[in-house]
């Protein structure tokens, strides 16, 4: 009789689903009471693809999100609450593994009525390139948004001013409170110069901007549009800069709309 050969088996492994992990809330979450809109603001979280705002009129709740396309940005536009009312305010990140929990401490909201002259913002467009255009003012950061090209020398300038809002998606028109003017500033032209000027507008613009005068998201643009054919654009008076190379115009932005300023060194 032979003898037996203890053996010892491999133990069992077992298979475990990945951890999921919920994105923390996101904090430092703002709102401003501004003209026809609230604008609520946060610090991104690191990992989110998309964010969703919550709203209720009371501070206890109950919330519910506010439809939309997709929200890459930490600012949004509330332009459907009712002007004179208050609301409380959300946010949750989201990320491909689902959303994460909304923030434990909602700030109040009132959206301010819109006064006898359309509210007011400043766009700040570099000539030189050496920085992205800047928006400020009642409208900023989730309403009116820009881009801007330019030659090596600054003797030609292309601006696109566009207002849309996120949750004002398949609406062919706003509301006359989010309508705006845009003072759009040249700076780092050459000094004491003319420069002839020229604007397309279109008062019927994607809430996206991602076609129309080919204003892709915050950092391409190109002076045709959806087919590759150039927009008309309607020559302007020309525009003289002054000592420090700066030059400014006033244009009405409607909601949804948008504005195709070119400059041209005569």
Not at 80 to 103: F, H, I, N, Q
Not at 182 to 196: E, F, I, K
Request: net charge negative; with cysteine; hydrophobic share 35%.
């Amino acid at each position: 009789m032979s003898p037996r050969i203890a053996t010892q088996r491999a133990p069992r492994r077992t298979s475990h689903p990945p951890q999921v992990v919920a994105l923390p809330p996101p904090a430092g979450l703002r709102a401003e009471d501004r003209t026809g809109h609230v604008l609520l603001t946060w610090e991104p979280v690191p990992g989110a693809c998309d964010y969703t705002v919550h709203r209720s009129p009371f501070a206890e709740g109950p919330y519910e999100p506010l439809s939309g396309p997709p929200l890459p940005h930490s600012a949004y536009a509330d332009t459907w609450a009712e002007p004179g009312r208050g609301y409380w305010y959300k946010v949750a990140a989201l990320s491909d593994d689902g959303p994460g929990a909304p923030t434990p401490t909602p700030v109040p909201g009132c959206v301010k009525a819109r006064g006898i002259a359309l509210a007011t913002v400043t766009v700040t467009v570099d000539a030189t390139g050496t920085a992205p255009p800047h928006v400020t003012g009642d409208g900023a950061q989730a309403l009116v948004r820009a881009v801007a090209s330019h030659t090596d020398d600054g003797s030609h300038v292309h601006v696109v001013v566009w207002n849309t809002a996120a949750d004002r998606t398949g609406t062919s028109s706003g509301s006359p409170a989010l309508d705006r003017t845009a003072v759009v500033r040249v700076t780092g032209l050459a000094p004491d110069a003319s420069y002839a000027a020229s604007l397309h507008r279109s008062d019927t613009v994607a809430t996206d901007a991602a076609t129309t005068c080919g204003a892709l998201g915050d950092t391409r643009l190109t002076a045709r549009g959806a087919l590759g054919t150039p927009l008309p654009h309607e020559p302007l008076p020309p525009l003289t800069s002054t000592p420090d190379g700066t030059a400014s115009l006033s244009l009405d932005v409607p909601l949804s709309g948008l504005r195709s300023l070119h400059l041209s060194r005569v």
